[in-house]
């Protein structure tokens, strides 16, 4: 399970930024058919907003589509690395405020300033502490009917029966083998979707929805959760479902990127529209 200063080092200074994070939408065609095909049509009722909040934007993959739909947009990054990217990929507008933070903190938003918070692909890295203080944070951070789209592990909830299993056989190392067949890709093994809800509530908010998901994998190893305020108009008993059709659906994208698409693999910046 990575700590905070683990993901500083990973994606701070290890990782190869040089496609600005295009690589990791390959398996849908690309950027704008995973921004078309799968993020967008899961938060385009909360969009556009008059503030939007993202956490760990990283170089700007999801950024730039969430820049024009937000009258103002703080991105916050614990990598400077990565914040100095989106500065320079975003340098022609003029509504994007920019922060480094210690990897859990918000404290540079005003409290109930925003309408729309949003993750992707990075909080899968973090585990229970660091998304029990963002939960904390939000549940002052967003305005009254604000709402928050998160994209989580749900590693735990497979990792965490094989551990307690392992060790009652007496056979801890057979248990961590098969935890990491179980947890590819680095992500928390500590974080599950029923422990994000159970989180939210405790802070005031209410999970409205989660959608665990098959993120290459046979098993619904991630989760999106939407969260808002209790009382908003978007509150409501959870609607959660298993999703292992997701796999699918990245596969249907790139298919039709294939058939539809330049045929160019993203070596740069995407084009945001």
């Keep these: 399970m990575p700590s905070i200063d683990e993901n500083i080092?990973?994606?701070?200074?290890?990782?190869d930024w040089s496609r600005q994070g295009a690589d990791w939408s390959d398996p849908w065609g690309g950027t704008d058919y995973l921004w078309w095909g799968t993020v967008h049509p899961r938060i385009m009722r909360f969009l556009p907003a008059a503030h939007v909040l993202e956490i760990a934007p990283g170089y700007g993959r999801i950024t730039q589509f969430l820049q024009p739909r937000a009258t103002r947009l703080t991105i916050v990054d614990l990598n400077e690395r990565c914040i100095t990217a989106c500065r320079e990929r975003f340098?022609?507008?003029?509504?994007?405020?920019?922060?480094?933070?210690?990897?859990?903190?918000?404290?540079?938003?005003?409290?109930?300033s925003v309408d729309f918070a949003?993750?992707?692909?990075s909080l899968v890295h973090a585990d229970a502490g660091v998304i029990e203080a963002y939960l904390a944070q939000l549940a002052?951070?967003?305005?009254?009917?604000?709402?928050?789209f998160l994209h989580h592990s749900n590693a735990g909830s497979h990792a965490l029966p094989v551990r307690r299993w392992a060790r009652l056989a007496r056979v801890p190392a057979l248990g961590e083998r098969v935890n990491q067949r179980l947890n590819r890709n680095w992500r928390s093994d500590d974080m599950t979707a029923e422990r994000f809800s159970a989180l939210a509530n405790g802070f005031g908010l209410r999970c409205v929805s989660q959608e665990s998901v098959n993120w290459l994998s046979r098993l619904p190893n991630d989760c999106f959760s939407t969260v808002t305020r209790a009382g908003s108009r978007w509150d409501r008993p959870t609607r959660?479902?298993?999703?292992?059709?997701?796999?699918?659906?990245?596969?249907?994208?790139?298919?039709?990127?294939?058939?539809?698409?330049?045929?160019r693999r993203e070596a740069g910046y995407d084009s945001g529209t």
Excluded: C
């Excluded at 949003?118 to 692909?121: G, L, M, R, V």
């Excluded at 002052?140 to 928050?148: D, N, V």
């Design 91 to 112: 340098a022609g507008v003029d509504n994007v405020d920019y922060h480094v933070n210690d990897g859990r903190s918000l404290a540079m938003v005003a409290d109930d």
């Design 140 to 148: 002052s951070k967003l305005r009254p009917e604000g709402i928050a």
């Design 118 to 121: 949003f993750s992707f692909d």
């Design 9 to 15: 080092e990973e994606w701070g200074s290890r990782h």
């Design 240 to 263: 959660a479902v298993r999703n292992l059709g997701f796999m699918a659906e990245m596969r249907r994208l790139r298919q039709t990127a294939e058939l539809y698409g330049d045929g």
